[in-house]
């Protein structure tokens, strides 16, 4: 698949000798995966070359996995290709120092909402930006190296992002990758321990939200997790976020929404869905992402209620008009 494209982004790193590689702001699983992978691979690959990965936030969940490198001066930037992953449009790039780069691709599994880049390589069918490196990787297993930890970074990003390959966009295809990157000797024991054990405080939330969260007339089930409450459990925002997950059990519930208040007093949405698309709702609401994943922004109360509300319309009509959903 796309086997001309990947050889000319592979002719670009090659014809590079500093490279700098980054990611989209408030980074999950597959963008620091798919980051900290390709850079271990070019590093293993092409030790003559500077390898860089430059973000200007991080992730204390994906910290397990280690720290980015320090930001390079502008005169570096102009002598370097730019390899941006997991990121849909140019404002959602952590770097700022994005504008200067010498040559810029894009490698994303989003919606190209906005293109951007001398070279793209978007595949939304995709389970994970992960999945494509892994992919990458195997095109050209004669001339890149991989080892166990570029493996595991790469396998992290698959598993995060995929739902535990639960979620619609895992293909047959997405196992094989994902086999092929176990094969490297990852450690699946203390990765999944590094993912998914939580501290005491952690379950006393989640104990919270299961207890307050509301439900719509139509099987919408959200919660708001104002700023007092991410102070009162000492939540971070990916904490604040995950929330969204707590609710995807719950029979006859297709849409479920975590609503985060910002320091700025805005408030960051998460959505998730099972069966039908919700990021055209998203993209009602200044977001956008995943059919079954997205993300928005509202600014009050009242706009808060009106997604709600959009929200429940959008699963009373999907349930009236299709069977078998659960």
Known sequence: MNEALKERILSRIEQHDSIIITRHTRPDGDAVGSTKGLKR???????????????????????????????????????SLLIVLDTATFDRISNAKRSLAKE??????????????????VEEERSSVCEMIADFW????????????????????MVTDSGRFMFPGTSGQTMRLAGAMLDQGIDVQTLYAHLYLEDFEYYKFKADILENMK????????????????????????????????????RGSLIWIAFIENEDATIRVRLRSRFLPI????EKYSGGGHANASGATVHSEQELAALVADADSLLKDYKADNEGWL
Not at 138 to 157: E, H, M, N, V, W
Not at 279 to 282: E, G, I, T, V
């Open 279 to 282: 990021n055209k709702l998203a």
């Open 41 to 79: 691979i070019l590093e293993l690959t092409y030790p003559e070359k500077t390898i860089r990965l430059i973000s200007d936030d991080q992730s204390s969940y994906m910290g397990f996995l280690g720290p980015d490198d320090p930001q390079a001066s502008d005169e570096v930037y102009a002598q």
């Open 104 to 121: 810029t691709i894009k490698i994303d599994h989003h919606v190209d909402v906005e293109p951007f880049g001398d070279i793209e390589w």
């Open 215 to 250: 439900l719509s007339p139509n099987g919408v089930a959200y919660t708001y997790i104002d700023r007092d409450m991410q102070r009162r459990f000492k939540l971070t925002a990916e904490q604040a976020s995950s929330s969204v997950s707590f609710m995807e059990k719950i």
């Open 138 to 157: 195997q095109t050209f297993s004669d001339r890149l190296k991989i080892d166990t930890f570029a493996a595991s970074c790469i396998y992290t990003g």
